[in-house]
């Protein structure tokens, strides 16, 4: 049981100094439209409730 449970883990080991070694285990995939569109968005929504909150308080005047 002992010897098994050794060879896994030399094997899981072995396999992981690989990947290691390889200089790119995946390709890097490119955002497509849509995501960039998405994230605009997000960004859009996220300064509208900002302006939103300091215009509901009167005592200040500029946004940061």
Excluded at 4 to 32: A, T
Excluded at 40 to 62: C, H, N, V
């Amino acid at each position: 049981m002992v010897n098994q449970l050794g060879n896994l883990v030399q094997s899981i080991k072995s396999k992981v100094r690989g990947l290691k070694k390889s200089k790119k285990p995946y390709v890097k995939m490119d955002k497509s439209s849509s995501v960039r569109v998405e994230i605009r968005s997000r960004q859009a929504k996220k300064l509208i409730e900002k302006t939103l909150k300091i215009a509901d308080q009167p005592g200040k005047k500029s946004i940061s």
